[in-house]
């Protein structure tokens, strides 16, 4: 098993310099660090995005060979036992893509990620693609919360069904997590969303933000987004949010299949650093962010992508 590695200094001190990396060994193609020094705490995030029901390796092409869901297990629950500080998000369009979808309505996809133990996940476009019944229909099956915040859902099916923020403590360290969904008008056909509202996400972020740094005082604030990466013109994307917001430390992103070689740094709106990562599709990458913490502020962190 492949992988890039990625350190990077910023300003900040967010993520680790070459002299940290130098104390890292690859064992069992795991990435494992240094002796944490005393009052340090390290958060791990595994993140996925735009898996599109690819439950088996890919075949043919570039790729050959490459993802499915039993390689991707099996890397989750090695770094599991290297950290059980660890938390596991998708960021969207768990769906459509491959003849299980077609035949099984995403019922496979779902009892897989439970099975793997996702902690939390948000909605993409193509999560409606069997309708938002269809997507309702499933819910039983996830034994992990939907998080998507600027999605309302007040008069369909799916109302009162996700959360627009979750909260999650690991070693002490409370984490907030929010999602954010794409506008579906032009991308998905209204009859699959019916009345689901789409409030602007930026807008929506603030007021998330707010809730997980004043109301429910948050160490870290994580941005599970299906918005793209980034695009031309005033369309909101995953760095625009970031440098349109402020509290935010890290945005996984979903929707535009971006294959980052090095997570984006971006100077958010009170000139601190974000970090913005997206980790391809289909189920080839597994993106992991190690957050080291002392006295609940960030001292360091180190990225690093699996190729499954």
């Known amino acids: 098993m492949e992988r890039r590695k990625f350190i990077r200094n910023t300003s900040a001190g967010m993520v680790a310099g070459a002299a940290l990396w130098s104390n890292y060994a690859l064992a069992n193609g795991i990435l494992t660090g240094p002796e944490l020094e005393p009052g340090t705490k390290k958060i791990t995030i595994l993140h996925t995005n735009d898996t599109h029901s690819h439950i088996e390796p890919i075949s043919g092409g570039r790729n050959d060979g490459r993802g499915g869901v039993a390689r991707r297990a099996a890397v989750i629950n090695k770094v599991r036992t290297e950290n059980p500080n660890t938390l596991l998000l998708d960021c969207g369009d768990i769906f459509q893509g491959t003849p299980y979808f077609n035949f099984y309505g995403g019922e496979l996809e779902i009892k897989l990620m439970s099975m793997m133990g996702y902690d939390a996940a948000t909605i993409g476009n193509h999560d409606f693609d069997n309708s938002i019944e269809g997507l ?146 289909y189920g080839i990458n597994l993106g992991r962010i190690d957050f080291y913490l002392k006295e609940g502020k960030i001292d360091k962190g180190v990225d690093v992508v699996y190729e499954i």
């Open 136 to 281: 309702y229909k499933q819910l039983p099956n996830a034994d992990f919360d939907f998080v998507i915040s600027n999605y309302d859902f007040s008069n369909t099916i799916m109302d009162g069904h996700t959360k627009p923020y979750k909260v999650m403590v690991k070693d002490g360290v409370r984490i907030g997590l929010f999602g954010v969904g794409i506008k579906l008008d032009g991308l998905v056909d209204p009859k699959m969303y019916k009345e689901t509202v789409y409030n602007d996400p930026i807008e929506v972020a603030k007021d998330q933000i707010k809730t997980l740094r004043e109301t429910e005082k948050c160490d870290l604030v994580i941005c599970m987004s299906h918005l793209g990466y980034s695009y031309r013109g005033d369309r909101v994307s995953d760095l625009s949010l970031a440098a349109a917001t402020s509290g935010i430390d890290l945005i996984i992103g979903g929707h535009t299949h971006t294959f980052l070689d090095a997570p984006e740094i971006v100077k958010n709106a009170t000139g601190k650093d974000v970090m913005v990562n997206q980790v391809g599709c």
